[in-house]
Nanobody, 116 residues
Framework: QVHLAESGGGLVQPGGSLRLSCAAS????????MGWYRQAPGKERELVAL???????NYADSMKGRFTISRDNAKNAVYLQMNSLKPEDTAVYYC??????????WGKGTLVTVSS
């Protein structure tokens, strides 16, 4: 079993920045894809960004150029640097990690609120 713990959410003004972190613990061998998703009030959960074990990245169109995903394989961690935040970025952000043996794990989420 893999346990994911997100941190770094909070309240930020429009145009500001936040950095989210997610660390895996437990049986965290063979981690493969890592990613961030988000769910805004009244909306479905959506992909924010993914990163493979080789460091290849993929972003949702609305996040390109503003968000950067990165990972530290030695720490079993994934990060999301969010810049130029907008009120519509307000959501609960979830970390997700998959393993090469078919495991698929989610964190409990961290709330990001963009408001003046």
């Amino acid at each position: 079993q893999v346990h994911l713990a997100e941190s770094g959410g909070g309240l930020v003004q429009p145009g500001g920045s936040l950095r989210l972190s997610c660390a895996a613990s437990g049986n965290s061998f063979n981690l493969n894809f890592m990613g961030w998703y988000r769910q805004a009030p009244g909306k479905e959960r959506e992909l924010v960004a993914l990163i493979t074990s080789a460091g290849n990245t993929n972003y949702a169109d609305s996040m390109k150029g503003r968000f950067t995903i990165s990972r530290d394989n030695a720490k079993n961690a994934v990060y999301l640097q969010m810049n130029s935040l907008k009120p519509e970025d307000t959501a609960v952000y979830y970390c997700r990690m998959s393993t090469r043996v078919g495991g698929d794990y989610w964190g409990k989420g961290t709330l990001v609120t963009v408001s003046s």
